[in-house]
């Protein structure tokens, strides 16, 4: 099984929908994040949370909440989806200890198409 | 703010030649500096990373980058494309507080058989 998972992995749906995207992890990280993907563009941040309790903006945070449930559990959600929030969003995890600091452990993303 | 960009788009290269993808940074402090390569339908993984110490950094594929803090550039090389190399290549930088990273907009690279 996959270290990080999103569901669902692809969406459609009809502008005004609420929709959340879940995201799950069995790394035992801490800091979790979401991006979403755009041509062009790269990936760009939309919220990023250390704990449970401290959840942050990142470049993009307008139209978007987020959700820390547990340490292992991070949803984003689009309150009232509109057809420009089409893309393809990745959850991501790191450890800021360790050798491994710094990198982000990606799951496979989840393409979402708002009509 | 730390922001990255990528002048190429788009890359073709032969299979066998030489690579060189290129990145520049902007960043107040000492950059946390990273590529991550994107296969079609995948997640990103990170090909190799600097957080400080030798400025010619290897990383994962035979993947190779250099830092020149003065000319705020991490470009990735390759001595010898092959074809499963073709894929999106961002690179990104970090704050040093490993608060959150910062991509660019990507790199798309194609191989000629």
């Known amino acids: 099984d996959a270290d990080v998972t999103q569901t669902p992995r692809n969406r459609i749906t009809k502008t005004g929908k609420r929709i959340m995207l879940e995201c799950s992890q069995t790394?035992?990280?801490?800091?979790m994040y979401w991006y979403r993907q755009d041509p062009g563009l790269g990936l760009r941040l939309i919220y990023y949370?250390?704990?449970?309790?401290?959840?942050n903006k990142g470049e993009i945070s307008d139209g978007y909440s987020v959700s820390r449930q547990a340490q292992a559990k991070f949803s984003l959600s689009l309150e009232s989806a509109i057809p420009n929030q089409t893309a393809l969003y990745f959850c991501a995890t790191s450890d800021p200890s360790g050798r491994g600091a710094g990198e982000l452990f990606f799951g496979e993303g989840s393409r979402l198409t708002v009509l | 703010a730390q922001s990255v960009t990528q002048p190429d788009i788009h890359i073709t290269v032969s299979e066998g030649a030489s690579l060189e993808l290129r990145c520049n940074y902007s960043y107040g402090a000492t950059p946390y500096l990273f590529w991550y390569v994107q296969s079609p339908g995948q997640g990103l993984q990170l090909l190799l990373k600097?957080?400080?110490?030798?400025?010619l950094v290897q990383g994962i594929k035979g993947f190779e980058a250099e830092f020149k803090r003065s000319q705020s550039s991490f470009n990735l090389r390759k001595p010898s494309v092959h074809w499963s190399d073709a894929a999106e290549y961002f690179c990104a930088v970090g704050t040093t507080s490993y608060d959150k990273v910062i991509f660019g907009p990507g790199t798309s690279l194609s191989v000629i058989p």
């Open positions: 790394k035992g990280h801490d800091r």
């Open positions: 600097y957080f400080s110490g030798d400025t």
């Open positions: 949370s250390f704990d449970v309790k401290d959840i």
